[in-house]
């Protein structure tokens, strides 16, 4: 899988929101860019993009907290030639993901996924989508591999929960 589909999918789960995270995988792959070559194993390649992309939406998250919720152009408000107001509002469309098969248990679990914690949903994204062991998921995380362990139990507990409650 390509390093940016990896960072993509990674920063939409850490970040939530489509706008943060495609910034904060635009910061982290420019940075993998510039300092790949100091890697000297291939197989630290990954945990070292995650923790680059987390702290890339960290850092956005940091800079936002003073910001309003919205802006919006002065010059988008103006009426145009024939006198109308303009405003662009964006197509709520579907990415492929999510057209893909069983749509309907993806839908679920992405809706189940969404009302993890935030440390509970990196550790679920980590471990059981990217595949990644106990230790590399510590180490993008930052935590220790016994507390990757009770997040991920936690989660899936929690996951086993909600997808029991939307049944019913």
């Excluded at 002065?74 to 749509?103: I, K, T």
């Amino acid at each position: 899988m390509r390093a940016q589909e990896v960072a993509w999918r990674f920063s939409m789960t850490v970040c939530g929101h489509a706008d943060d995270a495609e910034d904060a995988m635009q910061e982290a792959l420019i940075k993998t860019y510039r300092y790949a070559a100091r890697i000297r194993e291939p197989e630290a390649f990954r945990p070292w993009l995650y923790r680059t992309v987390r702290n890339a939406c960290l850092m956005g998250r940091r800079k936002k907290m003073n910001e309003p919720a919205r802006l919006q152009s002065l010059d988008a408000l103006m009426p145009g030639p024939d006198g109308q107001v303009r405003v662009d509002v964006p197509h709520p469309g579907r990415n492929p993901e999510q057209l893909a098969d069983n749509a309907g248990l993806r839908s679920r679990l992405r809706k189940a996924l969404l009302t993890l914690p935030g440390p509970y949903r990196a550790v679920v994204f980590l471990r059981e989508m990217e595949g990644l062991s106990t230790r590399e998921a510590a180490a993008v995380l930052e935590i220790s591999e016994d507390n990757v362990k009770a997040r991920l139990h936690r989660a899936r507990v929690a996951l086993q929960a909600e997808l029991e409650r939307r049944e019913r």
